[in-house]
């Protein structure tokens, strides 16, 4: 596959060509060389950047909502998206087994990516793809504690965020008592749980420039 930049964010693409335009990466690809990344796989849907559980999927939707060309109960549909996602704050939290550790690590809101493709928003130089999965879990009790995440994440210094946790792992195992609200790669949904996250190798063949 040529990975093009044609979506939102183009964290892939970024990743791999660095910020350049469609048009640049069509005429530099006559050079390129195939090579190996490993994917995410979220139950059974594959995510080649990102998959956020827990409180977050809810604002997306109201989010996706909003921007319904339908406006016909766009807003109460969006209401009822923004009250899901504060009512979660509130509810018990999801659990999160690495690796088959022992110990349950817990978070209402988690963000998994591919390596550390989590990085990438503020760095694009950087075009290794390292086979594991690297979690930021947010152990949030409040509303307050939700604007203070969102405050450091648009900061870009969430590693600072004292209500939060990193690791890697190549399997996660998320427990929950209530179904889960996800995003993959940027589409959101919901599934039960135990649910199973794990990272497959060499399992998609890219173009990318040469090293």
Not at 12 to 28: A, F, P
Not at 100 to 116: P, Q
Request: include cysteine; aromatic fraction near 8%; charge should be positive.
């Amino acid at each position: 596959l040529l990975i093009l930049p044609a979506g939102t964010a183009n964290l892939l693409s970024k990743r791999i060509s660095g910020d350049v335009d469609m048009e640049s990466i069509l005429t530099l690809s006559v050079d390129y060389q195939p090579r190996t990344i490993p994917v995410g796989y979220i139950g059974d849907n594959i995510f080649t950047i990102a998959a956020a559980l827990g409180i977050t999927p809810a604002f997306a939707k109201a989010r996706e909502r909003l921007r319904d060309p339908d406006r016909k109960g766009r807003l109460i549909a969006t209401l009822r998206y923004l009250l899901v996602g504060f009512r979660n704050i509130t509810q018990s939290y999801l659990g999160f087994r690495l690796d088959r550790a022992d110990r349950l690590r817990r978070a209402r809101a988690a963000y998994v990516s591919v390596g550390h493709m989590a990085d990438a928003h503020a760095q694009t130089d950087d075009v290794s793809f390292d086979s594991m999965l690297e979690i930021y879990g947010a152990r949030l009790s409040s509303v307050v504690d939700f604007s203070l995440l969102l405050a450091h994440s648009a900061l870009g210094d969430i590693r600072d965020y004292k209500r939060s946790w990193r690791s890697t792992a190549r399997q996660i195992t998320v427990y929950s008592k209530r179904r889960i609200p996800i995003i993959v790669d940027g589409e959101p949904g919901y599934v039960s749980g135990p649910l199973d996250l794990k990272i497959v190798d060499d399992a998609l063949c890219i173009l990318a420039p040469k090293p």
